[in-house]
């Protein structure tokens, strides 16, 4: 079956769902969403499909997040209201892939961001490739890492999932896996080989194949200078301690913050520690859910979008330049009860 932004096919005991919107970098609209739930719903059932995998057709991305574009538009025409019922739907279906009964394998080549993390990041298989890169960037439009992201932030090891929830920092395969946002590297020319035994044999077999990456691999064995830095009070301290690290990183750091929303930043960082004291990913993602209805009735995520992708002119103006302004009851209230629960899990357990 093909419609124009997903293809979804069946080979031997593998059903395969492949994103299809290579100009839109994939990026996730209500109609794919909808879609990929639906056809997880059916393949839970029948008894031929042993194993799930999720790829791409685009050469430069796995999946870079929503249609920030047409949330944007959807919020100008049915407001607030309406934007939060799709980011309803993206949560269900992150906890429908991670408790989905068979093995999921997603294949996050090249560009996986945001809502892309969401749709591989929480399954039983995710790969990486050497053209991956990772992030949750959503503080530089005014939103805190969701999608399950800021779950797995927060079981990141040292503060680095602190870092990288503040800064929407990128990652490669190598970081990836030891952040805990992937399993396994394998070659980008490889895929179609994997994708071949998948439909013959279990995941499991096939994958354990693969080589696996530690954290000293990927550069991360030492995390002493970040967390040295990171292991502060507030956000402010941090910034006054980047401002005296002369490290590589600290000066990245240091733009990516002047770049971002600083009441977006404020909330993630508040998210992150809460996140960490959750049990569970469910409990996450409706934590998620309470702070993305805040964020999205403020000025500024319209303003993020505007100025990332409509215009580009990348002057985004934000409402608390500078933190100005911002007190902690302000933060508070957006970690109060959202107007709807997203009524998980949204499948039963299996019987048997």
């Not at 499991?204 to 696996?212: E, F, T």
């Amino acid at each position: 079956m093909t419609d124009g932004t997903l293809r979804i096919s069946r080979e031997g005991h593998l059903g395969r769902i492949t994103l299809d919107r290579p100009r839109a970098l994939n990026a996730l609209d209500a109609g794919m969403v909808a879609a990929i739930a639906g056809c997880l719903r059916t393949w839970r059932e029948d008894r031929e499909i042993r194993t799930i995998m999720i790829d791409s057709t685009a050469p430069r991305a796995f999946c870079a997040g929503a249609d920030l574009r047409a949330l944007h538009a959807l919020l100008q025409t049915g407001g607030a209201e309406a934007v939060l019922s799709v980011f309803r739907g993206n949560y269900r279906l992150v906890s429908m892939l991670a408790g989905y009964p068979k093995p999921i394998v997603s294949f996050m080549d090249g560009i996986c961001m945001g809502g892309g993390i969401g749709l591989g990041g929480h399954v039983r298989h995710r790969i990486v490739t050497e053209n991956s890169v990772l992030a949750m960037p959503e503080v530089a439009i005014a939103l805190t890492p969701d999608a399950g992201g800021s779950y797995l932030l927060s079981r990141a090891p040292g503060l680095s999932g602190l870092r990288l929830a503040v800064t929407g920092g990128r990652m490669n395969a190598a970081e990836a896996i030891a952040a805990g946002f992937a399993d396994r590297l394998v070659p980008s020319a490889h895929l179609e080989q994997v994708a071949t035994d998948l439909a013959r044999h279990p995941a499991g077999r096939v994958l354990d194949l693969a080589p696996a990456v530690t954290a000293e691999a990927a550069g991360w064995g030492d995390m002493a200078e970040v967390d040295a830095v990171y292991d502060a009070p507030d956000v402010n301290s941090v910034l006054e301690r980047l401002r005296t690290c002369d490290a590589p990183w600290a000066e990245a750091d240091r733009a990516a913050l002047a770049q971002a929303d600083p009441f977006a930043v404020e909330v993630a960082w508040r998210a992150y520690f809460r996140a960490r004291a959750l049990p569970d990913l469910d409990m996450v993602l409706e934590q998620e859910f309470r702070l993305v209805s805040a964020l999205i009735r403020r000025p500024d995520f319209a303003e993020g979008i505007r100025a990332r992708l409509i215009d580009r002119d990348n002057a985004p103006r934000w409402s608390c330049a500078g933190g100005q302004g911002i007190t902690p009851r302000q933060v508070d209230v957006c970690f109060a009860p959202a107007p709807v629960s997203l009524d998980l899990p949204v499948l039963p357990a299996a019987q048997g």
